[in-house]
């Protein structure tokens, strides 16, 4: 069991930064696989980052690609969503999840345990 908490989310307007944290406890952080996922009013949740468990691996959504940088610390068993030139299209809950298994990064099915979310509200 992974219990996630984030935090970092709030109000900014466009063209700020804004950095999410997720911290983890529980069973072994960082043999997880992570990912940063974000859920918009009336829209599905969509993927934005992910990274391996090493650092070695990062992956993107198209959307974001370019102004978001993922990265984690296992020492501090946290991980990271740095956010820059953001948008108000960013405007969403975003949530951390651990990964199981070797499903695609990209999808919410391969993702185990979840955060209660962080909203973030980027203003025009």
């Known amino acids: 069991q992974v219990q996630l908490v984030e935090s970092g989310g709030g109000l900014v307007q466009a063209g700020d930064s804004l950095r999410l944290s997720c911290v983890a406890s529980g069973r072994t952080f960082s043999s997880y696989p992570m990912g940063w996922f974000r859920q918009a009013p009336g829209k599905e949740r969509e993927f934005v980052a992910a990274?391996?468990?090493?650092?070695?691996?990062?992956y993107y959504a198209d959307s974001v690609k370019g102004r978001f940088t993922v990265s984690r610390d296992n020492a501090k068993n946290t991980v990271y969503l740095l956010m820059s030139s953001l948008k108000p299209e960013d405007t969403a809950v975003y949530y951390c999840?651990?990964?199981?298994?070797?499903?695609?990064?990209?999808?919410?099915?391969?993702?185990?345990?979840w955060g209660q979310g962080t909203q973030v509200t980027v203003s025009s």
């Open positions: 990274i391996g468990w090493s650092s070695s691996s990062t």
């Open positions: 999840a651990a990964k199981i298994g070797s499903g695609t990064y990209y999808s919410t099915s391969s993702y185990a345990y």
